[in-house]
């Protein structure tokens, strides 16, 4: 940018005097031509130092910008007289973990069966066996939803909830097995 600078300075100078320059015009004096070298010097140092300053700026807000650490873990002082010094730790007492409640209430006796207290079909008393419709499971959809879970029950495609036959509902779908229910007599069928 500085040469096109010079050039133009140049052509206004010999436009002044009367002759138009060309292509290969020397400088009139050496002077200007260091003068305009020095003020180039310049441009490119304030140019690298506002580039300098601008990606210092970001890399700053980037800094900040970071993920949080974890709130829980210990911080780590700045100082070293902060490393000799020990800090008092506040103790607190520690919930108990929600899965306690869970277990206590999956083993106390007013809830309902579950699942893996289920007995299976082979297990329920022959009298009762005999009163359950035959049942051909021969495909299943498991998914996460459980709306979206199907059981093919003698060639009926049944969800969650369905009639499979009379006074036997089809309870829940699981990974690999079925739990139905007979006249209130809940069990587990594989598939």
């Known amino acids: 940018m500085s040469y096109i600078l010079d050039a133009l300075k140049r052509a206004d100078a010999e436009r002044q005097r009367g002759a138009v320059p060309g292509l290969h015009a ?11 070298a020095g003020a180039g010097t310049r441009r490119k140092t304030g140019l690298v130092l506002a580039v300098t300053l601008a990606l210092s700026g970001i890399a700053a807000g980037l800094w900040g910008w970071r993920a949080p650490a974890d709130p829980l873990a210990p911080s ?7 490393l000799s010094t020990p800090l008092p730790v506040a103790t607190q007492p520690v919930p108990a973990p929600a899965t306690k409640a869970i277990i206590k209430a999956a083993a106390s006796p007013t809830t309902k069966t579950t699942a893996a207290a289920l007995p299976l079909l082979s297990e329920l008393p022959e009298d009762l066996r005999q009163q359950i419709p035959k049942l051909v499971i021969s495909g299943a959809v498991y998914a996460d939803n459980p709306a979206k879970r ?5 060639n ?3 969800a969650q909830g369905s009639v499979a036959a009379t006074d036997l509902v089809l309870e829940k779908i699981e990974l690999r097995n ?5 006249r209130g007599t809940r069990f587990k069928l594989a598939h």
């Open 26 to 36: 020397q400088p009139l004096t050496t002077s200007n031509a260091h003068a305009s």
């Open 76 to 82: 780590t002082p700045s100082t070293p007289s902060a």
């Open 150 to 154: 199907l059981l093919l029950v003698n």
């Open 156 to 158: 009926q495609v049944l």
């Open 178 to 182: 079925a739990v139905f229910s007979f």
